[in-house]
């Protein structure tokens, strides 16, 4: 998995070899994003995931989900972790 914080650039390359129909971005099975009438093969989205709300030290799961016009449907998750760490002060 990746640690995060802050703003996350959440970053999806989707390729098919028939046209995409919709594709999902799923955090802890709730859905969070929703692109439709795609009318590419291929189509990058991004999503600017706000994490500064969520709790230290937990994981996160993000699917992928992608269908096409031929009713096939491919998922990929990732798991993330949730990390803030306090600013170290320096003295002289």
């Known amino acids: 998995g990746y640690i995060v914080h802050e703003i996350v650039e959440v970053t ?3 390729k098919d070899n028939s046209t995409l129909e919709r ?3 799923w955090i802890n099975n709730v859905a969070s994003a929703s692109w439709i009438n795609i009318t ?3 189509s990058i989205y991004t999503l600017y995931w706000n994490t500064t709300s969520l709790e230290n030290n937990t ?3 993000l699917e992928v989900k992608a269908y096409d016009k ?3 449907i491919l998922n990929i998750v990732t798991t993330f972790h ?3 760490t ?3 002060l ?3």
């Open 12 to 14: 999806c390359t989707i």
């Open 23 to 25: 594709a999902e971005l």
């Open 40 to 42: 590419e093969i291929d």
């Open 59 to 61: 994981s996160y799961n």
């Open 70 to 72: 031929n009713g096939n």
């Open 82 to 84: 949730i990390i803030y």
């Open 86 to 88: 306090s600013p170290k």
């Open 90 to 92: 320096e003295q002289n």
